[in-house]
């Protein structure tokens, strides 16, 4: 999972250079407001994320979240990741899992550690969606924001 917001300038090359020789002066105006929106994402993406046993690495799924940030005259990226393998069936559920033949499956718990010969299906729990749904207006006005800043610094 990742968020970014990438600004673009287009025009002519007199306006292109124009608006990076702004940009260049004023990136924190990016900057200040692609971090906060991106920390208040991933601080909401983080508490919608179900309070999971201990995966097999010892870790939690919700503490797994890696921020990126990448900041340039001309664009913002504000990015969180989490490469946890079994990510994927929390979003999207997965079926019947049954072992090998003359094998168990091993399953880590925080009071140690059960074996099961087959578990049954997860049913999928789209945490995500809600996130965006929810941050997609704040994301809008983000947008603007910048937008409005731009064309003032533009108007000096």
Do not use: H
């Amino acid at each position: 999972m990742s968020l970014s917001l990438d600004i673009q300038i287009t025009g002519d090359d007199l306006v292109a250079r124009a608006a990076d020789s702004v940009l260049a002066r004023n990136g924190s105006i990016q900057k200040r407001e692609v971090q906060s929106f991106g920390t208040r994402y991933c601080q909401e993406m983080i508490a919608k994320t179900p309070r999971s046993p201990v995966g097999s690495d010892g870790e939690r799924l919700a503490d797994a979240y890696d921020v990126e940030e990448d900041y340039t005259a001309d664009a913002a990226f504000y990015g969180f990741v989490n490469e946890k393998d079994y990510l994927k069936w929390v979003l999207e559920g997965r079926g019947e899992v049954e072992a090998k033949p003359g094998k168990m499956l091993r399953i880590p718990l925080p009071d140690g550690v059960i074996f099961r010969k087959r578990v049954g299906p997860a049913s999928a729990n789209p945490f995500d969606k809600g996130v965006i749904d929810s941050m997609q207006a704040e994301g809008a006005q983000l947008g603007d924001t910048i937008a409005r800043q731009l064309i003032a610094v533009f108007g000096e």
